[in-house]
């Protein structure tokens, strides 16, 4: 696959776009539903490269799929019955979007990040460094990177606006927010969410270090698990193979474009630098990599 096969900015004639996220551009279709077009943007450090990387929408939004459907029993999803094709019938644009584009319902996200954490990397890392702590949860002494965590984590973070950095938030917060039922909820199925999934990816040799779930509601307050789930993009995927505490492991993440950025004299704002070609390619392959070893 190269550069010429990917998709950095979508364009549906009929449609009104809504928005255009880091790498989703959102259109309405009426008023119940919304089509969501997965890109093959890549942001790093909050910051859309230029350099789009070929077959990565399609991976993202192959692997939602395959996840939505396993826990499809602990909580509804964003899914219709509805298609690209019902909404573009007939049209060129349907099919070049068919593989990365979904019909979903028209909800109200929740105004959090639901974050929930198996290992001590990233920010997490970074905090327990500073306070023994993660997000103001205590953490036994003498932990490394990676390591482990005695229990899975759920750390909250509130939505920063278009190019700030989400801000780790308490639980308490998360209550004051959206009330106390529903916080309890949240956390309780992002949880077994992660475990679920972490479980499975594990007898697949794929160690989930890490995720962030959204959920929205509708207009009676039913919950829904939204946006996208436990792919390359929001979760840290680490190959068994590979994985030892001490070290940020080697993963099939965006972590390797971002080990990439880390040798430039780039101060991490935008406009972000163009990538090789090989930082390209070798990125595409490790999303892939993904997206087999979990669903083949």
Known sequence: M???????????????LIARGKVRDIYSVDDDHLLIVTTDRLSAYDVIMPSPIPGKGRVLTQISLFWFDMMSDLIENQLTDLTVDDVL????????LRDRALVVKRLKPLPIEAVVRGYLIGSGWRDYLETGATIGIDLPPGLEQAARLPETMFT???KAEAGEHDENISFDDVVKMIGQDLAERVRDLSIAIYERAAEYALGRDIIIADTKFEFGLDDTGGLYLIDEVITPDSSRFWPVDGYQTGISPPSFDK???????????????????????DVLEQTSARYQEAYNRLTQ
């Open 255 to 277: 972590q390797f474009v971002r080990d990439y950025l880390d040798t430039l004299d780039w101060d991490k704002t935008a406009p972000g630098p163009d990538l090789p070609a």
């Open 2 to 16: 190269n550069s010429s096969d990917a998709l950095f900015e979508s364009d549906i004639p009929g449609l009104d």
């Open 89 to 96: 019938p007939g049209s060129a644009t349907a099919a070049a």
């Open 156 to 158: 909250p973070a509130n």
